[in-house]
């Protein structure tokens, strides 16, 4: 039982950080552009070229 | 006077900046045909590699362009659409009033209640999941139960009060209009159900629906997140098609710069230049230059008129041929069009009043779930049991019927539907219009721009007649030109041209000078000069004349005869001249048509014909049709319609094909019979769950498998419409 008390807790402290990450995500406009995320990874920054 | 189409770098469109007090200037554009990652790097770098501009970023999802600048007195936003225009991406800046709302708070305030609720869910099923084993006399001491269940009460109250929200607030909005929609019986639902949980809980007993109430709110969730989708979507493709009609106007100042405004920046007086290609911002006076004015999206008529220093022309109509100077005899909320859009409002109005499905079920289903869980309680007091025991199976009554699977029947059929008319170009604005359009017996049709194509096109002229004057058509920006060079597919141009506002194109074709234009023009004399023909000759030879007609569209016949299997009746309401509706009506197969009427008259033929009990169905283009859409059940626009008929319409179908209309009805009627067989389902699950309720047969178990699987059921059955594609 003790084992419980301290597991309980634990298991609904990482769900909330779940919660927290995903609003972080929400309010700092994640979701805002899908398909141009999806682009950019395909650009590469001018100042990357190897010399 | 040699005409150009494209926006001259001296055009000033500061007017466009969005200016925050603390922070450099914006401007936003929305960029056409950016697709892919090389045109959105190409973008980015041209952009941001202009004098004055700090960065840009655009938004490949919904094709905005924002553009930050360093300070008000560096910055050109008239540059940056140039170099797009350079690059092949037209494009065209945001009225910043309108960019201002594109925030959705709403969708992210849902999608965080919905995160909340997946969350409390989740993390009471963890506790419930224990308790669930006890009631089948698995190894669950009354003490591990108690903690359990407080557990359970901790992780589910505060999330089931937060995810609650908008329902609770819907249905307290709601409740003081003496009304009672779908949201009243789900917050008194989940509002009882923790109540009554927590009540169990302190006094030792086995039945807390704590996991119930949360899963229950992360259902609905879904639905309702479903449903602001869809309205999004539609409302986002408006703004786009709106932002695409450009509404600004060229005001030239007084010190002679031109600069590009809003239009609800016109003031009276203002002097306004209009080029070829451009819509009349407001009602003005002409000062200077002759032109030609299509006033088919204002009016329907198909032929063009001439326009003369001191002519009045409205707002709304598209100037053809020559540039002119206009005086604004009115600003943009004075002007003509106000009328109509006056009109607009009150038929909106009466849409409003239509009544969505979903909610003439709740009218239903309140009363008689609730007056159930009522006799429940008062039938179990009498038969014998205790005041708890009763209470608690009223309870268990109206947990068991808590509208979930019918918070989900209808959005789910909803979104289902429009995605997949949406794949065949028809963009649904809202769910209750797919709702109205399934009602529909009686289709009235626009003739110009609907039933034809809107444009003209050359009748039988023999293709080497054809050939000779292309090089001078092909030269002009008048309608007629184009439909001729249309005709004569890509060729040379002919040199030295010289574009005669009003009168014609002038030009060199292999040496020989050539005219195209109206018959005085030409030098036929003595002909009554009719709007749609056009005059062609070489300098002293034969003339040439070129008929020209609106064409009907080429599936109009295939359409109304697919409309008259389905049952509906057909009519056209024109605003042109009868002897050319007369023809579209022949040609197409309609039978009952009236010509020559007004934008006002328009709609009170509407009217007269729902006042005979009908369920109009309306489709048209032009500003003249703006009301009737409005008034009408059900309004269908196509894309090249004016943005004021965009609005009004419930639905915009693009691309050349009239089918689209039939296609948008049979998938109405198809998404209606969906949610009346997800009701039905709903029902018959009320009707096994709520007596086995009343019996005291449930348990928490039980009404979490029941609630989740009468979604699910509902949703699946949604899905099917998507796949019959």
Redesign the interface.
Known sequence: MNIFMMLAPMSVFLGLLGVGAFWWTLSHGQYEDPSGDAARILLDDPEDRPL | MAVSHDLSPAVDLTAFLKRRPDAAPTFELRVKGAR??AC??KIE?ETAALPGVTSAR?????GKLTVAFDSLADADPGAVVLRLENLGYPATPYDPAQAADALDREG?RL??CL??AA?GA??TM??SVPLWAGLFGQELGPA?RVVMQW?CAL?ATPCALYAGRPFFESAWRSLKRRRANMDVPISIGVLLTLGISFSETLLRGRDAYFDAAVSLLFLLLIGRWLDHQLKLRARSAASDLLALQAPAATVVGEDGVERRQPISEVEVGDVLIVRPGERIPVDALVQSGSSEIDNALLTGETAPVPLRPGHVCRAGALNLSGVVHLQALARSEDSAVAAIARLVEAGAQSKSKYVQLADRAASIYVPVVHSAALLTFAGGWIVGLGPREAILRAVAVLIITCPCALGLAVPAVQISASARLFRRGVLVKSGAALERLAEVDHVVFDKTGVLTEGRPKVLDAPASTIALAAPLARASSHPLSRALAAEAGPGPCADAVIEHPGLGVEGIIDGRRARLGRAEFVGVSGRANLETELWFAFQGETKIRFRFSDRLRPDAAETVAALAARGLSVEILSGDAPFPVAMAAEGAGISTWRGGLTPIEKSEAILALQSEGRRVLMVGDGLNDAAALARADAAMAPGTALDASQNAADLVFSGEALGAVVDAIDVARQARRRALENFSFAALYNLIAAPAAMLGLMNPFVAALAMSGSSLAVTLNALRLRRRA
Do not use: I, S
């Not at chain 2, 655009?58 to 919904?62: A, I, R, S, V, W």
């Open positions: 892919c990652a959105l790097g770098r655009l938004n490949l999802t919904n992210r999608v965080l995160a909340v969350f989740m993390n963890m506790f591990t557990w992780v």
